[in-house]
Antibody, heavy 122, light 107 residues
């Protein structure tokens, strides 16, 4: 059974760095084709893709946010960590992590965490 | 970056109606298009991947079609539980953008 769960602060101040952790089970990031990705959704708005990390440590980032994002994995803990620097109130959103399979079906985000709401405010 | 648009942005239909949502890509994306359903306060759920492949457990009233730069999600007989927002996503190249969403309401 595949599960993912996001954790991190509910409130951050402007200019601070946000650190979110995705803890997953039911699959391994040591397995070829497995990836974990992050997506966010401001209140009442659409989904926005942020970043992905591959089993082989390859990484891709949102074009407009790439200078603010880092992503890393700890395969021994089944965790993926996303950091976003210089947070602003417009970054207030629910942040989701999800699984992506590459070279395997389905080529889509098939399992999602429940999401964690992050509010940026002083 | 590839951009996606969806039409309509809002749709109101009756139970039993056939409804179709269109997703257009700014350039060709082969068949690497997925559709998701999101209900308020919940994470999105995968409905269809690779343009037309129904994900496990998804009711057969959902179907996907199209090709090239224009794709469709069809619900053959709208049910009350289908009230949700639907998003398309391209997975042909990075970044894997989402469309702006289509909100489906039951009349």
């Amino acid at each position: 059974q595949v599960t993912l769960r996001e954790s991190g602060p509910a409130l951050v101040k402007p200019t601070q760095t946000l650190t979110l952790t995705c803890t997953f089970s039911g699959f391994s990031l040591n397995t070829t084709g497995m990836c974990v990705t992050w997506i966010r959704q401001p209140p009442g708005k659409a989904l926005e893709w942020l970043a992905v990390i591959y089993w082989d440590d390859d990484k891709y980032f949102n074009t407009s946010l790439r200078t603010r994002l880092t992503i890393s994995k700890d395969t021994s803990k089944n965790q993926v960590v996303l950091t976003m620097t210089n947070m602003d109130p417009v970054d207030t959103a629910t942040y989701y992590c999800a699984r992506l399979s590459v070279g395997l079906a389905p080529r889509a985000f098939d399992y999602w965490g429940q999401g964690t709401l992050v509010t940026v405010s002083s | 970056d590839i951009q996606l648009t969806q039409s309509p942005s809002f749709l109101s239909a009756s139970v039993g109606d056939r409804v179709t949502i269109t997703c257009r890509a700014s350039q060709g994306i082969s068949s690497y298009l997925a559709w998701y359903q999101q209900k308020p306060g919940k994470a999105p759920k995968l409905l269809i991947y690779d343009r037309s492949t129904l994900y496990s457990g998804v009711p057969s009233r959902f179907s996907g079609g199209g090709s090239g730069t224009e794709f469709t999600l069809t619900i053959s007989s709208l049910q009350p539980e289908d009230c949700a927002t639907y998003y398309c996503q391209q997975l042909n190249s990075y970044p894997p953008a989402f469309g702006p969403g289509t909100k489906v309401e039951i009349k």
